[in-house]
């Protein structure tokens, strides 16, 4: 036992000696990219399914106040966007695994009472066409959608469910050659359904899974919503990147569990090195086949994650428009690569990719 944590030991000491003599050149093309692209905040890890091998954290919190207090910092949470839905899909597998529910549960055999309302198209809907985008819900990804909709009432669980029974009563999207058609909606859905099984709403779900047993740290909305210390997201107003206050009208409540959490960077990463270690054949929190399921189960888009089975690969992009978080997972070479910033202009999103492949050559050149 004593030579293997010896071994152990020494492993962490080498990777950690390899990613310093790299860290400089990378932070400072990281930097360099950061500044060009107009980006008040970026962070980025490498990481493989044992230890971090790259991670920084550069810039400020606005770009309208950029001082010592607003200097980026280790404990900075970033809005996820639609990275969530990883997380959604992580909390179902772990219901499935209890056998609390199963991924080909349908949605009517939970809610029997409501199915003499809803769109016949919408009957033989189940958890899994629902987190795969395969149920036929509407996107929910724009502003002028939540528009029409009508006035929902009590907490957000309650909510949620007064908006899926209006979806399911509505129009299904048309049939087509499409392997999958996007929606933020059908998260919310499916939230409903595991709120039904567990007796418990989303939030509390979350809490359970990620703060209690997991031991990360996260929040729901924008950082700053609680604490303006925080980083702020920003977008475009009057042709000029504008830094948004916490005062700023933004409600995701409906599709919170699609695409709503913020996170600090180590705490993500925390998450994704779960799903990267799972997927290189260990089991964790949940089994190593579940995280296939989760990210290959089914072609294009899984649960919560785009994939490209001939590569290896599962990847997904978020943004409410305000932050940018990119994730991609390389099974095979054992790697994940996180890039996260606080805006999502067109030039941030150049930026971002710009600082992707520099990180992919980084870390994929020849020892």
């Known amino acids: 036992m004593k030579s293997i944590i010896t071994a ?41 399914s044992d230890g971090i091998l790259e991670k920084n954290i550069l810039g400020y919190h606005r770009i309208d106040l950029q001082n010592d207090q607003t200097k980026a910092k280790a404990t900075d949470y970033f809005h996820l966007g639609s990275n969530t839905k990883a997380i959604t899909g992580f909390i179902t597998a772990s219901m499935v695994e209890n056998k609390k529910i199963s991924w080909t549960t349908k949605f009517f055999s939970l809610f029997p009472e409501l199915k003499k309302d809803a769109n016949p198209d919408f009957y033989e809907i189940t958890l899994a066409d629902l987190l795969s985008h395969r149920a036929r819900i509407k996107p929910y990804t724009s502003g002028t959608e939540f528009q029409s909709l009508p006035k929902f009432n009590g907490l957000q669980a309650e909510q949620r469910r007064q908006f899926a029974i209006y979806l399911l009563k509505n129009d299904a999207l048309p049939k087509n050659k499409e392997i999958y058609n996007y929606s933020n909606a059908g998260y919310s859905i499916a939230a409903t359904m595991l709120e039904k099984v567990s007796g418990k709403t989303w939030e509390q779900l979350l809490d359970e899974i990620l703060a209690k047993k997991l031991k990360l740290k996260y929040k729901l909305g924008w950082p700053n919503r609680t604490d303006t210390d925080q980083p702020w997201g920003h977008w475009i107003e009057q042709d000029v990147l ?126």
């Open 242 to 367: 504008a830094a948004l206050p916490p005062t700023t009208s933004y409600n995701l409540n409906l599709i919170e569990p699609a695409g709503d959490i913020s996170m600090p960077l180590e705490d993500y990463a925390k998450f994704v090195q779960l799903n990267l270690s799972g997927l290189t054949a260990k089991n964790n929190f949940l089994k190593s086949e579940t995280y296939n399921y989760l990210h290959y189960g089914l072609d294009k888009y899984a649960i919560g994650w785009l994939n490209t089975p001939e590569k290896h690969t599962s990847e997904h992009a978020g943004s409410a428009g305000t932050f940018y978080c990119y994730t991609l997972i390389n099974k095979d070479k054992n790697l994940a690569y996180i890039v996260i910033a606080n805006c999502a202009t067109e030039n941030a999103l150049k930026g971002i990719f710009k600082l992707l492949d520099k990180m992919i050559r980084t870390a994929e050149a020849p020892k």
């Open 8 to 48: 152990v030991l020494l492993l962490l000491v080498s990777v950690s000696a390899k990613a310093q003599s790299r860290k400089p050149e990378l932070a400072k093309t990281a930097d360099s990219i950061r500044t060009a692209s107009g980006i008040p905040e970026l962070a980025y890890v490498i990481l493989t």
